[in-house]
């Protein structure tokens, strides 16, 4: 057999759309085209919320296609100075191109918006069969027509004119072979656009569903009482332990550590039963949550925790913890960042780590205020934090009673954590001394514990159960959990499990890449059960730190970080767009986790508000796979297995040399 040819010709360069419809996934969701659609929305909604539009119309056709039109002031269809191309084309067929980039005062279209990734309507018109823009700008109503996933491009034409009306009409065909579902889901449209009215004060959301054979089906959405008058109506006949507390805050021009403009609006509620809570980041719904909701947590803990320290409501020996406050507490929060980092383009969870302390800043001072302003709503809230903290104290204790009648001591290298709650205990298994010097001053000790290894693992594939603890790291990580060695058919005691997840820390070099596999292969054969039932997770350190300097007043000093190459461009393309000179960008390679100091440590790999952890999972339908896989890496005698393996596979590696 003839070996594939290898050369210049080899490489292929995607332009254009064409990247998006290569690899849709990547940019969108593929269960549906709601999100294409959405983007759609967005960008109308960016309108009201800059202040330009006073309605957002959206009708479902009965052919599939869909309608987004708004008030604002329509796309500029004008030639870019740059580019010499309409800007409306721009918009609609060059992906990282739009109007909310350059953040600089006076230079961008947006103060505030969904996000940064410029990827928006140009991938709605890739995974579309047709799309038709109507713009009302100048007295006239031009309209431009793309065809094929964006492939044609119809010129821009002058179709009437409209006075003194401005706005932009979007009519979308999704292309059904992108998607598994070719149908834009109307109850998921429904929600989106309630939200929006909740969000948007004084903006008309209207959406018409068109009916085969009759008048088209309208609904409309208004809050007066806006995020309160939501919460309300998602808590239905349930009624608040205490009165509902709405409010809002935004820095000002003096604001040494954030941009006009930026903070949050929310309405906070504690109810017996639960209720579902929603979040929102200039607009976008972040149905996954992320750092802007840890931030609001732990601004309303901070200010509880105070109010019930000042009226000495706390029983002895009692400690308060976090969730205790709010477990029961429901939310509404719409926050306002000035440049939004989001996990994927789908935008469903928020990664800003700068929106921890922004929504906790902006929150704990009214909010200890409003609970001294009103002490018995305040007490209530306090007594229902209060049972939660007896009852989670409780059921620690009943683990403890069995967790103390082994004989097994603790490993004395082993830096334990003070909670005994298992459901919030974290081990971190470091790998060094040094990293594991540092995970100790960046730990809560409250919740997480640590624990050094001293090199590598022993491959633990075949090691016979009876042998296992004979390895002195193998018995202190066994020893440490509290759980003994097991196969994956058997119904372990997990009983006596010390923590709830146990995290993988290790370097992202190759040796780290190493310790993991060989850790995770400790886990897969002789403690299943923990990664069946979810308790087995690995770190994700940075690679890099990005330093900026300040910009201005407004822009104080940053420090970035980036997992790989990949995040480290992207980074520097937006802080490039943001008007940052290269030269201004300084990069640091972190050698090693010991490297970091313990607050760099602390926030990017240990704190959960805006650390990355991964889960570890085993798919069932890929058990059979991953047997085999284990097998051919880590097996004595698969060395022929491995290398031919390795010939095989060996040109898409990613090689850190």
Known sequence: MTAKQYDESSFRVLKGLEPVR????????????????????????????????????????????????????????????????????????????GGKFDKREGNSAYAFSGGLHGVGVAVTNALSTRV??????????????????????????????????????????????????????????????????????????RLD????????????????????GYLREQAGEVEPVAPLYAGEKYADKDDASYAPGEG?????????????????????????????ESGLRAGVFEATKSFIEHHALLPRGVKLQQEDVCSRMSFVLSARLLDPQFQGQVKEKLNSREAVKLVSSMIRDPFEIWLNNHVEAGRAIAEL????????????????????????????????????????????????????????MARDKETQAILPLRGKVQNAWEIDPDRLLANAEIHDIAVALGVDAHTADASPDLSGLRYGKVVIMSDADVDGAHIQTLLLTLFFRHFPKLIERGHIYVAQPPLYRVDVPAQGKKRPPRRLYA?????????????????????????GRFKGLGEMNPDQLR???????????????????????????????????EASGRRAWMEEKGDTVEADV
């Not at 700008?137 to 006075?163: L, M, T």
């Not at 949050?264 to 996954?288: R, Y």
């Not at 409780?394 to 069995?402: D, G, H, P, T, Y």
């Open 264 to 292: 949050a609006a929310w309405v906070i509620g504690w109810f017996e039963q639960a209720v579902p809570s929603e979040s929102f980041v200039n607009l976008i719904p972040t149905v996954a949550g992320g750092t802007h």
């Open 385 to 440: 934090s209060i049972k939660q903290a007896l009852a989670r104290q409780k059921s620690a204790q009943k683990v403890e009673k069995k967790k103390t009648s082994g004989v097994a001591v603790l490993p004395g290298k082993l830096s334990d954590c003070e909670s005994e709650d298992i459901a919030e205990n974290e081990l971190f298994l470091v790998e060094g001394d040094s990293a594991g010097g540092s995970a100790k």
């Open 22 to 97: 290569e690899r849709p996934g990547m940019y969108t969701r593929t269960d549906s085209p709601a999100h294409i659609i959405q983007e759609v929305i967005d960008n109308a909604a960016d309108e009201a919320l800059a202040g330009f539009a006073k309605s957002i119309h959206v009708t479902l056709h009965t052919d599939g296609s869909v309608t987004v039109a708004d008030d604002g002031r329509g796309i500029p269809v004008g030639l870019h100075p740059e580019e010499g191309v309409p800007v409306v084309v721009l918009a609609y067929t060059r992906l990282h191109a």
């Open 563 to 587: 997992l790989d190459d990949g995040e480290l461009a992207a980074i520097r393309d937006r802080l490039l767009q943001e008007g940052y000179r290269a030269e201004q960008i300084e990069v």
């Open 132 to 205: 038709e823009v109507e713009v009302k700008r100048d007295g006239k109503v031009h309209q431009v027509v793309f065809a094929e996933g964006g492939e044609r491009i119809g010129p821009i034409e002058v179709v009437g004119s409209c006075g003194r009306q401005t706005g932009t009409r979007v009519r979308v065909w999704p292309d059904g072979k992108y998607f598994e579902n070719p149908r834009v889901p109307q109850p998921e449209i429904e929600r989106l656009l309630r939200s929006k009215a909740v969000l948007l004060a004084g903006v008309g959301v």
């Open 603 to 637: 926030e990017t790999t240990m704190d959960p508000a805006t650390r990355r952890v991964l889960p570890v999972q085993v798919r069932p339908d890929a058990l059979d796979d991953t047997l085999k896989m284990f097998n051919l890496l880590m097996g004595k005698g």
């Open 209 to 228: 569903i068109e009916q085969p054979g009759g008048p088209a089906l309208t609904k409309t959405w208004t809050y007066p009482e806006g995020l309160a």
